[in-house]
């Protein structure tokens, strides 16, 4: 069985300055990562996953992401947020073996300050 | 447009009154699943299915039935509501491989039982 924890559940930053949303998950087998966005009153979206190779995932937005194997950490970063990044962050993991269960965390709302 | 539907919005019903959701994807896609997303619990995964005729269980699955007789279509029943399932649900589907390709979500069905 798989578990994520998002440690933060409220993260405030001024505009402009360099956000990290932290994740760390816990699996007896090999996992996909993911983290979803959702903006005030709309459903979930994907902003970026970790299926294989490079560590550092790229996403939409200008958001990255780091898969630490040895950490079990799948760490959000962005280096300028705006107004816009305004939201809540999910991240989720799901086991390799395709059971196709899939866990997310609780959630990370980021308060962006003017 | 690429898109899934999910029939009511917003809905409030009496303690033991049976409801459906409906849900719907224009997407063919195989994978669908409902989630419910509560304050501090983050969203949690109530049914899921890889595929017509094909249903499972996901994290909280009781007090809810679904079915998938066709591929677009996925509705989650309440056949006896009770208020712990006040709540704002998600439809959700997949593509090809399931819950590590990218998941396309509803704009959620907030649910109030008194």
């Known amino acids: 069985a798989q578990s994520v924890t998002q440690l933060d559940s409220q993260v405030p930053v001024f505009e402009e300055a360099p956000v990290e949303l932290r994740c760390n998950y816990s699996?007896?087998?090999?996992?996909?990562l993911f983290w979803y966005v959702q903006y005030p009153n709309q459903g979930l979206q994907l902003l970026l996953k970790y299926l294989s190779g490079s560590t550092l995932v790229k996403g939409i937005n200008g958001f990255e992401a780091e898969f630490n194997k040895s950490q079990t950490s799948f760490h959000l970063r962005k280096p300028s947020v705006h107004i816009s990044d305004t939201a809540e962050y999910f991240c989720?993991?799901?086991?390799?073996?395709?059971?196709?269960?899939?866990?997310f965390g609780k959630g990370t709302r980021l308060h962006i300050l003017p | 447009e690429a898109q899934v539907t999910q029939n009511p919005r917003y809905l409030i019903t009496v303690t033991g009154k049976k409801l459906t959701v409906t849900c719907s994807q224009n997407m063919n896609h195989e994978y669908m699943s409902w989630y419910r997303q509560d304050p501090g619990l983050g969203l949690r995964q109530i049914y899921y299915s890889m595929n017509v005729e094909v249903t499972d269980k996901g994290d909280v699955p009781e007090g809810y039935k679904v079915s998938r007789k066709e591929k677009r279509n996925f509705p989650l029943i309440l056949e006896s509501p009770s208020p712990n399932q006040t709540s704002l649900y998600f439809c959700?589907?997949?593509?090809?491989?399931?819950?590590?390709?990218?998941?396309?979500f509803g704009e959620g069905s907030w649910l109030t039982v008194v």
């Open positions: 989720a993991v799901t086991s390799r073996n395709r059971d196709d269960k899939i866990i």
């Open positions: 959700a589907s997949s593509g090809d491989g399931g819950a590590w390709n990218t998941i396309y």
């Open positions: 699996s007896s087998v090999s996992v996909y």
